[in-house]
């Protein structure tokens, strides 16, 4: 696993994220009692769709952070690997 070029994220934006990420999972963890419980398909496919969301989120606020620092560091340097790594990366996200 590659390290990114952001060593250590601000205390602040560690927070933010690991409070989307605790909030997701209590979704999950909601989403799995009501399984246990017999709810109703589509109120759990809902809560399914609100958890998609939250990641889709999460997704953007880490990608975001990542260009704006390691894509854009490389970029300066005259380093294409970040933003061919970023290409590959996109087509994943993106399927």
């Not at 490389?74 to 994943?92: N, S």
């Amino acid at each position: 696993m590659e390290e990114c070029c952001v060593t250590h994220r601000s205390p602040e934006e560690q927070k933010k994220l690991i409070q989307r990420l605790n909030r997701i999972s209590g979704q999950v963890g909601g989403v799995s009692r009501m399984v246990e419980k017999d709810a109703y398909c589509v109120d759990i496919l809902n809560q399914v769709a609100a958890i998609q969301a939250a990641l889709t989120g999460f997704s953007r606020e880490l990608l975001g952070q990542h260009i704006r620092t390691c894509v854009a560091q490389d970029m300066r340097q005259g380093k294409p690997e970040k933003t061919e790594e970023l290409v590959q990366l996109l087509g994943q996200m993106i399927k």
